[in-house]
């Protein structure tokens, strides 16, 4: 099968998928559940798509099918916000706060510290392992940090920050849909002058050196739109830290080819039917018991623990 019809059998699966669950059990609740179920496909499909995005750029940057943008602390620091806005001003302050001014500026401070990650360890040739190195060790911090503070807190306003924890695709603000929407948009439309540079950067340095391609500014720019399209992700619905490294490798593992224009289409239908999906299972067979975030971590762990097994005996 050519990578084009496996794109057009994921587009229809993807449709199938989004279409029961939209309609299913419905019944009369038109008015109520039907622009609810709608805007939580949307806001799945923005961050499936970011997700995806980011993680199979950053895969192809750095070569190595394991990693995710999470590395680099952004889910951390995403925490840490929250529990440092509780800390000081309270729960009842962040309730209080205009979802936009929240939502921008938990972006803002994330883009923030990853372009100031990136000037900083850029300097002097540094390369982008180097880079991840740094943002392991940030991530510990901020991580070390937010629990350090959530143990100084009233229990009544950890129940808040634990909420902030995971990820949730029930109670999506449908306001912030339209902010993120335009945002991821426009990230997209700059990532679009670089997408053509994926297919030699995926042949590693030196081969995309010796092609003509300014690798260091190249890169850069990439691992500026993946900090934006994480931050913008996370910020929407919550850290999920194993969906990308879950949707990207499936859809490496179905389309088995190396170019990036239908890697990047695939991981993005992979992705919508992967939380689509899940979401409907949690809503249908374990009724609300339990979130699509735990079931994508739970199964991408065990996917992890499988492609380190994999990888080792290779």
Do not use: C
């Not at 587009?11 to 179920?37: K, M, Q």
């Amino acid at each position: 099968m050519t990578p084009k019809a496996k794109i057009i059998l994921l587009a229809a699966a993807s449709a199938v998928v989004v279409t029961i669950y939209l309609f299913l059990d419905l019944g009369g609740s038109w008015d109520y559940a039907f622009p609810r179920r709608i805007a939580k496909v949307l806001a799945i499909i923005l961050t499936g798509g970011a997700i995806a995005l980011s993680t199979t750029v950053f895969q192809t940057i750095t070569n190595n099918r394991i990693l995710t943008p999470g590395i680099m602390g952004l889910d951390s620091l995403y925490l840490l916000i929250q529990t440092i806005v509780i800390f000081l001003v309270g729960s009842t302050t962040l309730t209080m706060m205009n979802n936009h001014i929240h939502f921008l500026m938990t972006v803002g401070i994330m883009v923030l510290f990853s372009g100031v990650l990136y000037k900083v360890m850029f300097q002097g040739g540094r390369n982008v392992y180097f880079l991840l190195l740094i943002g392991i060790i940030f991530g510990t911090l901020f991580q070390s940090l937010s629990s350090f503070m959530q143990i100084l807190i009233d229990p009544n306003e950890f129940q808040i920050v634990q909420d902030k924890m995971f990820a949730s695709f029930n109670n999506i603000n449908t306001e912030l849909l339209w902010i993120a929407g335009a945002l991821i948009l426009a990230v997209t439309l700059y990532f679009l002058r670089f997408a053509k540079y994926l297919d030699v950067l995926s042949l590693g340095r030196d081969q995309a050196v010796n092609l003509g391609v300014d690798y260091d500014y190249v890169v850069k720019q990439f691992l500026i739109i993946i900090a934006v399209l994480v931050s913008i992700s996370t910020a929407l619905v919550g850290p999920i830290t194993f969906l990308g490294l879950l949707v990207v490798n499936v859809t490496y593992e179905f389309m088995k080819t190396y170019r990036h224009r239908y890697l990047l289409t695939g991981s993005l239908l992979i992705s919508i039917i992967t939380l689509v999906g899940g979401q409907l299972i949690v809503e249908k067979v374990f009724t609300f018991s339990t979130t699509l975030s735990v079931i994508i971590n739970f199964v991408g762990g065990v996917y992890f623990i499988y492609l380190l097994l994999k990888e080792s005996r290779t």
